[in-house]
């Protein structure tokens, strides 16, 4: 099986060296690159380097377009998508291969190094109007071609969360994402032990709108929101409590949820309307053919 692997990148110039040179190790049939408008000279290092296949350039910061423009170029039966910030471990590839051997999406764990050792992620599973939905790592994925023209690539509208609107509308075809526990990457633990400032209008409005998109009218939209929510509040909460937030922080975080939700719900209802079919996916692969302002194909 030929394998395509495709990095969406933005300003990751120094990761993303990384990246690729542990990917050459795992020789894939091509790799795509696919740059944001990035200024720290990722276009000018990856034009100089001689295994990287196809360097697309687009004007859009966001990652599902960038995943759209990589299926573009991509020629391999399987596309894979890995994150710049990621290094794939030995023997990545042979497992991608072998688990697509009998499934049409693949994921794999993250090693996270931290100071007293190595942190992994474990499969992610929810059952959702008795849809079973297996949660995948867009930074650590593989699909063969033909399910991603099934799902119409990744929807466009989100600049958080496609991966998982992905794996909803995956689960809504019929589909299941396979977990192999060899198809490892790593990579290093944030500086700031995790914690970063979270916009919460856009966290909302994605969330709301890919449960609206692919569940309509139903009591599952508000009542996950809200559980989420609540959660969120809480652990919130206690950072106003121990003096790490502002009460005003807070208050204002609360209104951002709100306003993202109404916006996100309201937004899903009009994807859901605007594509009946099983795939759910108005702003996916097939929308558009512009992303690509430039293109370096060496093939």
Known sequence: MDVSVVIPTLNDCEELCGCLDALATETPEELVVVNGPSTD?????????????????TDDRNVNVAR?????????????FVNPTMTVESGWLDALVEA????????????????????TD?????????????????????FTHGV????????????????????HRLAGLGHGVAWAAGMCVSREAATDGGRTER?????????SYRLAKNYGIHPTVPVRTVRHALSD???????????????TTWFGNGRDVVVGSVRGTADGLRARYADRSPRRNPNGWS??????????DRR
Not at 68 to 80: F, L, M
Not at 235 to 245: F, I, K, P, Q
């Open 122 to 142: 474990t499969v992610e599973d929810r059952t959702i109007r008795g849809r079973s939905v297996t949660y995948f790592n867009g930074g650590n994925a593989a």
């Open 68 to 80: 759209n423009a990589g299926i573009d170029r991509a020629r391999g039966d399987a596309v894979a």
């Open 199 to 207: 916009d919460w209008r856009e966290r909302y409005r994605s969330l």
């Open 148 to 167: 991603l023209e099934q799902l119409d690539g990744f929807d466009e509208y989100l600049d958080v969360g496609g991966a998982r609107d992905a794996a």
């Open 100 to 119: 697509l051997a009998d499934a049409v999406a693949v994921t794999g764990p993250t090693h996270e190094e931290l100071r007293a050792g190595v942190a």
């Open 287 to 296: 929308s558009r053919a512009d992303r690509a302002v430039a293109v370096y």
């Open 41 to 57: 000279g990722t276009s000018g290092m990856v034009r100089d380097r001689d295994d990287v296949d196809v360097l697309v350039e």
């Open 233 to 247: 509040a809480g652990t919130a909460l206690r950072d106003v409590a121990s003096g790490e937030a502002k009460p």
